[in-house]
């Protein structure tokens, strides 16, 4: 069959979200000061496109001007990574269970996940506002219950501490300008405690769940991948991504493949790192794990060092952000 790829058009409904959290029990990321964390990239004035505090016109929200010139959201990571530079705390939740592997559900003409920087049907942009302006990351639809479930950056759909976000849309397999299967408003969004809360870096991972389109699920049209919970670290990963920021354009799917490391810079983060140059607008991206003949997602992008090697960072999918999928899963 023929895929065709629509242009975005912009004619969306005005989110209204179900601001839903765990109850997971957790505390304030451990971190020690360091000058050297930040997100990717700041923005330029030049970048920050101002919104309406209010919008009376919903459906013509997120016009292709606005998708195109949207924050890559990374640098709302940044804000979350100097907080926890700063406060010196210690403690959170204690990560422990047995491995949990779901498997996911393909299309039968889904490409390969490891065909770099071709579009993948279940892999795409998320966009969303926050005070006002509009921010761009990426995310990527999970097996759920709900067949409606993507998994993204906790900052991606909520500030960390603070307000969960508005307008989050996600958009499968965008390439060039073009949406092949549509624009997905969220009807939910998702994230751990201890992230909506403290910011703790450490569950830097947030879920959105959509609304039917046409009567249709999203994970119904585009598929699935499985994900996997409390495994073994160090392990090879392939990263996918839509980078925004200088040098990419964020108009086509990246990724970066690696074995996974430990941060040296702030290693009371706890999160794994590997090889890659891909920059803001990748954050949520999903971390696909090699297992037998299929692979599985079992981390998002969530940082970087600005001036320090070309490495990014994901956090370690354990048991508490388990919690927050399965909460989504069955919303």
């Given amino acids: 069959m023929t895929k065709k790829s629509l242009p975005i058009t912009g004619l969306l409904s005005l989110l209204t979200s179900a601001v839903l959290t765990l109850c997971a029990a957790g505390g304030a990321a451990a971190a020690t000061p ?49 907080r926890a530079a700063a406060s010196g705390a210690t403690g959170g939740a204690v990560e422990s269970g047995p491995p949990v592997k779901i498997a996911g ?25 926050m005070g006002t302006f509009a921010y761009v990351c990426s995310g990527n639809v999970v097996v759920s219950e709900n067949d409606s479930t993507v998994a993204t950056a906790g900052h991606c759909v909520n500030e960390g501490p603070g307000a969960f976000v508005r307008n989050f849309v996600f958009v499968p397999a965008y390439l060039n300008g073009t949406a092949p299967y549509g624009i997905w408003p969220a009807k939910a969004l998702y994230t751990t405690t201890q992230w909506r ?43 996918f991504g839509y980078p925004a920021a ?7 799917l990246k990724s970066c493949s690696g074995d996974a490391t430990k941060d040296p810079i702030n290693p009371q983060f706890r999160a794994q790192g590997i090889p890659c140059d891909m920059t803001g607008g990748s954050s949520g991206g999903p971390w696909m794990v090699d297992s037998d003949d299929d692979s599985f997602q079992n981390s998002v992008t969530s940082y970087g060092y600005l001036g320090g090697p070309s490495i990014i960072y994901g956090p370690y999918w354990g048991s508490v952000i388990r919690d927050a999928y399965e909460l989504a899963s069955t919303s």
């Fill in 34 to 82: 360091s000058s050297a964390v930040s997100s990717f990239a700041a923005p330029g004035a030049q970048q920050l496109v101002s919104l309406a505090t209010t919008n009376t016109d919903s459906t013509a929200y997120w016009t292709p001007e606005r998708m195109r010139t949207a924050i890559p959201g990374d640098v709302l990571a940044g804000k979350a990574l100097e």
């Fill in 105 to 129: 559900a393909a299309k039968a003409d889904s490409p390969s996940l490891h065909q770099n920087e071709d579009p993948i049907d279940h892999v795409g942009k998320v966009f969303f506002t």
């Fill in 197 to 239: 809360t403290a910011g703790d870096i450490r569950y830097d991972t947030g879920f959105a769940v959509t609304a039917t389109v046409n009567g249709k699920h999203l994970a119904d049209v585009v598929g699935a991948s499985g994900v996997e919970f409390n495994i073994d670290r160090g392990l090879s990963y392939q990263a």
């Fill in 246 to 252: 200088p040098p990419f354009d964020g108009q086509s």
